[in-house]
């Protein structure tokens, strides 16, 4: 089994920064992929990017590329999610997600690959 913990979120003004971490514990996979989606309300889950943990491989959605920056700490077991000139459609519950699969390009972008799920963080943009 894998624990997945978030942290970071928060109210940040547009333009602004913010840092996420997930932290995992439990089993962990060499062969891991691990992501970050959101979910603002009333909208589905979406896909922010993802990470293999062994290669350290990242993959963004085109609309997020430049601004979001998925990497790892393999001595920490963390992954973090770094977003930069934040805008309020950024707002939105984010969830760091994993699956000891190594997911292909085509299957990582969807939610319903990943086994593992943290408790989700609050991001909140003020313009």
């Known amino acids: 089994q894998v624990q997945l913990v978030e942290s970071g979120g928060g109210l940040v003004q547009a333009g602004g920064s913010l840092r996420l971490s997930c932290a995992a514990s439990?089993?962990?996979?060499?062969?891991?992929?691990m992501g970050w989606f959101r979910q603002a309300p009333g909208k589905e889950r979406v896909f922010v990017a993802a990470?293999?943990?062994?290669?350290?491989?990242?993959y963004y959605p085109e609309s997020l590329k430049g601004r979001f920056t998925i990497s790892r700490d393999n001595a920490k077991n963390t992954v973090y999610l770094q977003m930069n000139s934040l805008k309020p459609e950024d707002t939105a519950v984010y969830y760091c997600?994993?699956?000891?699969?190594?997911?292909?390009?085509?299957?990582?972008?969807?939610?319903?690959?990943?086994?593992?799920w943290g408790q989700g963080t609050q991001v909140t943009v003020s313009s």
């Open positions: 997600a994993a699956t000891e699969d190594t997911l292909s390009k085509r299957i990582l972008t969807i939610s319903e690959w990943y086994n593992y």
């Open positions: 439990g089993r962990t996979f060499s062969s891991a992929t």
């Open positions: 990470i293999r943990w062994s290669s350290g491989v990242t």
